[in-house]
């Protein structure tokens, strides 16, 4: 190969390999600025969302089960569906030990 190509090889190869280290620094810089504070108000959204969805679905299941909303047996029923669903969760996380 001729030494004028292989230099040239060699200075391309130099000028590639310090643009990709600089890019993974700013792409670290970037991430560390924008994206890992906003990770715990992502999460709090989250959980958020999560009891919602939760509520949501409990009521659901109550008002399926021909009780109605404002009823004696409605009223019963939400603490019990709330109360099954954390015995579920709690044997789960046991049994995975989460």
């Known amino acids: 190969m001729d030494s004028g190509l292989k230099q040239k090889i060699d ?3 130099d000028y590639l390999h310090v643009m990709l280290w600089s890019g993974l620094a700013a792409l ?3 991430f560390a600025l924008y994206t890992i504070p906003n990770v ?5 959204k989250m959980q958020a969302a999560r009891i ?5 679905e409990d009521e659901a299941l109550c ?7 404002g009823t004696q ?5 939400l603490p019990a569906v709330q109360e099954f669903r954390a ?3 709690k044997r789960f996380f046991e049994h995975f030990d989460i």
């Open 73 to 77: 047996a409605y009223a019963q029923c």
């Open 52 to 56: 919602l969805d939760i509520a949501a």
């Open 40 to 44: 715990r108000v992502f999460q709090a």
């Open 28 to 30: 670290l810089i970037f």
């Open 63 to 69: 008002t399926k089960l021909a009780m109605g909303k």
């Open 11 to 13: 200075i391309l190869y």
């Open 87 to 89: 015995a579920v969760e």
